[in-house]
């Protein structure tokens, strides 16, 4: 079946711009997680979703960033008012349920570049 | 919270060779994972090896094994017989296990190539 889809794989803005970025979880997948990948770093945890309940949120960098998945499926990272320091691959993972007592492996998607000038 | 460090920011080994990749973390939990990942140059991370915390045998897939050393707080990842195909970013993760969100706590990374 299809893995973790992510779209566009490659974003520029300019500064201010606002972006958005898609992610289409394997589907049936409970589970949603974005990360931040800076250059030359490992990813740093964003947000958290369970279906549609957005549970985590606390990875977020500023009130600029807005993560939503209305419907439980597919969700979208929204970065508001980009500055040079939003350069980074987002990359998103999910997973099949949310079983709190064992382990509920994660499947990535191939990431977001984006770039801001 | 808990910190993952890699030591080896870039390694190089000769084909069909064995390396070995550092990670060391620091925790005050009991109860949970340990994960390296690989990122090919197409970005997508592909799970290499899992490990139990509460397991003391060591985890092995392949060629790929893992000395983990849990007073130590130390959790090394073995290549043998090193591959073309193995050049990669490696990621040591760690995830606590009683968590709902069960989000991945990543370190820097060590950059693997492996030489012809």
């Known amino acids: 079946g299809a893995g973790v889809s992510q779209s566009p794989r490659y974003k520029v803005a300019k500064r201010g711009q606002d972006v958005a970025l898609r992610c289409d979880p394997i589907s049936g997948h409970v589970s949603l997680f974005w990360y931040q990948q800076a250059l030359g770093q490992g990813p740093e945890f964003l947000t958290y979703?369970?279906?549609?309940?957005?549970?985590?949120k606390s990875g977020l960098p500023s009130d600029r960033f807005f993560a939503e998945r209305p419907e439980g499926s597919v969700s979208t990272l929204k970065i508001q008012r980009t500055q040079q320091e939003d350069s980074a691959v987002y990359l998103c993972a999910s997973s099949p349920s949310a079983r709190k007592s064992s382990y509920n492996e994660q499947f990535f998607g191939p990431g977001t570049r984006l770039t801001v000038l | 919270a808990q910190t993952v460090t890699q030591s080896q920011p870039e390694m190089s080994v000769q084909e069909a060779e064995t390396v070995t990749l550092s990670c060391t973390y620091d925790?005050?939990?009991?109860?949970?994972?340990l994960f390296w990942y690989k990122q090919p140059p197409s970005r997508q991370m592909i799970l290499v090896i899992r490990q139990e915390a509460y397991k003391q045998q060591n985890a092995t897939e392949n060629r790929f094994s893992v000395n983990f050393q849990k007073a130590a707080k130390s959790f090394s990842l073995k290549i043998s017989d090193s591959q073309l195909g193995d050049t990669a970013m490696y990621f040591c993760a760690f995830m606590k296990k009683d968590n709902y969100g069960q989000n991945f706590v990543f370190g820097p990374g060590t950059r693997l190539s492996v030489l012809p």
């Open positions: 925790t005050s939990e009991n109860n949970y994972y």
């Open positions: 979703f369970q279906n549609e309940a957005q549970l985590d």
